[in-house]
């Protein structure tokens, strides 16, 4: 689209838009020598900068003066998406008094729901999910809002999500679901709640790993005692390796034992042909070997 030059009106207009000086934005507009939505190179609005900047009385201000909470930069972004970001709830409940789609998406399909909900704002997560935030809108990459929450950790967002029908276990385009994300990330309060949801404990990503296999790689032990309480497959996954496999290789010592615990066989052989003690060994994890030893060892004795 074509965009006619800035004059040096729009520049000041932007400017006092940004600062929040909604004196100086009512003398600008009342001159009539400068448009309430002129935009720059990038489509943003004075409306979108006030918003962003969470100056509520220069938002109330462009209102009044017939500003459109529609409009959007050439990122597909509103508004009401940077109040969101921002978690300036008031500003928000302003834009929707004002017709302000409640879902508008950006370009890749983020709605202002899923920004409140990657930044952590659970004011604005409960404001929008009650004013019809649709809490299953999801990103190009398939990421739902309950999946952005997970992988941030916000757990008390997660309870409003879930209790306003979220599907807990929608998958990203690369099979990972909202369970496999906060395993990864070590949020264990996350997973306990997902698991609690009904959420598929082995819930596998494209490359074949589980939820479990990657708490126990990454040696994230309170994620990995949450997940053994939902019995997850301690076999070979279909990525050719066991969660036990991770854990040794990686040298976490306390997930390995946790492993061992549930019934994890450390005899099992890899796609490599290799037990979890010869990956130990060959990575130099010397503890979690001479554990694995003893484990075999004492195994041996007993029968």
């Known amino acids: ?49 006030a918003a962003a900047g969470g100056h509520v009385e220069a938002v109330n201000e462009l209102l009044q003066q017939g500003a ?6 050439l990122t597909g972004t509103t508004s009401l998406f940077f109040a969101a970001q921002g978690g300036f709830m008031d500003i928000a409940t302003l834009l929707l008094e004002h017709g302000a789609t409640v879902d508008s998406c950006s370009v890749d399909g983020g709605t202002p729901l ?16 009650e004013r019809g935030g649709n809490v299953n809108a999801h990103t190009k990459d398939g990421a739902t809002p309950l999946f952005v929450a ?20 929608a998958v990203r385009t690369d099979g990972a679901t909202p369970l496999w994300i906060a395993s990864q990330m ?15 404990v082995d819930a596998t990503r494209h490359d074949g790993a589980t939820p479990l296999f990657k708490a126990a790689h990454k040696g994230h032990t309170a994620v990995v005692g949450e997940l053994l309480k939902y019995r ?18 990686m040298g976490h010592m306390t997930v390995t034992r946790q492993l061992l615990g549930a019934g994890a066989d450390p005899l099992l052989v ?34």
Not at 114 to 129: I, S
Not at 150 to 169: C, F, S, T, Y
Request: glycine share 8%; with cysteine.
């Open 232 to 249: 997850p497959s301690l076999g070979i996954l279909p990525n050719g390796e066991s969660a036990l496999h991770a854990a040794a290789m």
């Open 1 to 49: 689209m074509s965009m006619k030059k800035e004059s040096p009106w729009d520049v000041e207009l932007h400017l006092a838009a940004a600062r929040g000086d909604a004196r100086r934005l009512r003398l600008l507009l009342d001159s009539g020598r400068v448009h309430v939505d002129c935009k720059d190179k990038d489509g943003t609005t004075p409306l979108i900068l």
């Open 186 to 200: 070590g949020h264990d309060h996350v997973a306990r709640r997902l698991l609690k949801a009904g959420c598929r």
């Open 68 to 73: 459109d909470p529609a409009a959007k930069r």
């Open 270 to 303: 890899n796609q490599e042909g290799l037990t979890s003690l010869q990956l130990a060994i060959g990575h130099s994890q010397t503890q979690v070997a001479n554990y694995l030893k003893d484990k075999l060892r004492a195994r041996t004795a007993s029968r």
């Open 150 to 169: 997970a992988q941030n950790g916000h757990v008390r967002i997660l309870e409003v999500l879930l209790a306003h029908g979220a599907r807990v276990d």
């Open 114 to 129: 899923f920004v409140a909900c990657q930044y952590g704002h659970l004011d604005v997560v409960e404001g929008l999910v």
